[in-house]
């Protein structure tokens, strides 16, 4: 067994393609396996089944079972009028799904391997460069909208929100970092008003802010790193010179370019820089939504085969004692001319 890091990208519905590309990490003829794992939205859904000790078979079959359709659970007392209660939901509860059915999902499925709090998650790591109060084996990025912060739950919980994160949910944090803006109501976390002012902070998709954390395992005390962070990344390797173009003719399409500007911006940095794009495999969603939450199952099929090409083709190229030695353009030019 190889060992690694993982750090996975939100991407809404897309989370099939994730868990392709893991696929062929876990498949390969020295399969990796996943000391810690961090993700953002969709990211940290599939990271905190990892976490929970899900293999990779076992969570396919988890998404492939899962009706997405179901999130779309309107705000009471809206229900039992469907599309006026969508939007009666953004305008009375800033989103247009309660996103209930999304916590109790998660909570359930988490819940069946004994994980609740983020007790159940901490690591024994004394050869980690991380303090002992960040030793877990999970953590998800969730944006604090109350402040203007971005949280690293649970590394964040006692110094942002003044509370222990051992009694935390775990399901709560992963819910908060896949409420996507519109979509689904802001999560309420409760804190401690000496730290944060108020009793409770407001909290949305952590793409808002990174939604592709993939330096968050980089050691920071100047020693080699012990194995190396992978990274999925929910879109095709981009030529930032050729990038789409949006003219913004009216109002949504500006709100949208907003939007994803805000949850590409921070990260852009890591695609440009070979160091980080050189460990990242790129899957190419084209056509898919991130909010489209009726897919079908061969759209599903077709996430996850893209995925797992794409995590295959990777492999074809990936060195890790090239990596270490700083070797990144190289990489990057094997992956180009690896047949796909």
Same mark, same amino acid.
């Given at each position: 067994?190889?060992?690694? &890091? #993982?750090v996975?990208?939100? *991407?809404?519905v !897309? ?6 590309a893991?696929?062929a990490?876990?498949?390969?003829? &020295? ?5 810690r794992?961090?993700?953002? @939205?969709?990211?940290? %859904? ?13 969570? !396919?079959? %988890?998404?492939?079972? +899962? ?13 039992? $009028? ?7 939901g953004l %305008?009375?509860?800033?989103? =247009? ?6 916590? &109790? ?12 709090t983020?007790?159940?998650?901490k ?6 460069? +991380?303090?002992?109060e ?15 912060? =971005?949280?690293?739950?649970?590394w ?27 979509f ?10 000496? $730290?944060?002012?108020?009793? !409770? ?5 952590? *793409? ?5 954390? %993939?330096?968050?395992?980089d050691?920071?005390? *100047? ?6 962070? +992978? ?10 010179? !050729? ?7 009216n109002?949504?399409? #500006? ?6 500007t ?15 794009? @050189?460990r ?6 084209? /056509? ?14 077709? #996430? ?6 794409? /995590? ?6 990936? &060195? ?10 190289? +990489? #990057?030019?094997?992956?180009?001319a690896?047949? @796909?």
């Open positions: 067994m190889a060992d690694a &890091d #993982l996975l990208e939100g *991407g809404g !897309k989370g099939s393609g994730l868990v392709g893991i696929t990490l876990a498949d390969r003829e &020295d399969p990796y396996t996943f000391h794992v961090a993700g953002t @939205s969709a990211g940290a %859904i599939v990271a905190s089944l990892l976490a929970a000790g899900y293999q990779v078979p076992e969570i !396919k079959q %988890i998404m492939d079972d +899962l009706d997405f359709s179901r999130f779309e659970d309107t705000p009471k007392p809206f229900g039992h $009028v469907p599309h006026i209660g969508a939007a009666l %305008i009375f509860h800033e989103g =247009m799904y309660s996103g209930n059915f999304l916590h &109790d999902w998660i909570e359930q499925t988490l819940a069946a391997r004994g994980i609740h983020w007790a159940d998650l690591q024994d790591d004394p050869g980690s460069s +991380l303090p002992p960040q030793r877990y084996k999970l953590v998800v990025i969730v944006s604090d909208v109350s402040r203007g912060f =971005m949280l690293r739950l649970p964040d919980y006692r110094s942002l929100l003044g509370v222990d994160p051992d009694t935390q949910s775990v399901a709560d944090s992963v819910r908060a970092s896949a409420s996507i803006p519109f689904f109501e802001p999560f309420t976390m409760a804190c401690d008003p000496e $730290v944060t002012g108020h009793p !409770k902070i407001l909290c949305t998709d952590g *793409g808002m802010l990174s939604n592709y954390p %993939i330096d968050i395992f050691r920071t005390d *100047g020693q080699p790193e012990r194995w190396p962070t +992978l990274g999925v990344k929910l879109s095709a390797r981009t030529n930032l010179t !050729k990038a789409p173009w949006n003219s913004d003719a109002s949504f399409e #500006l709100a949208k370019s907003l939007l994803a805000m949850q590409s911006a921070h990260d852009r940095v890591h695609i440009v820089d070979p160091a980080f794009a @050189s990242t495999i790129f899957v190419d969603t084209t /056509g898919f939504a991130a909010t489209d939450f009726t897919l079908t199952p061969q759209d599903k099929a077709t #996430l996850f085969g893209n995925g797992q090409r794409s /995590g295959q083709h990777f492999l074809t190229a990936w &060195d890790w004692a090239a990596w270490k030695q700083g070797k990144y353009q190289d +990489l #990057l030019r094997a992956v180009a690896a047949p @796909s």
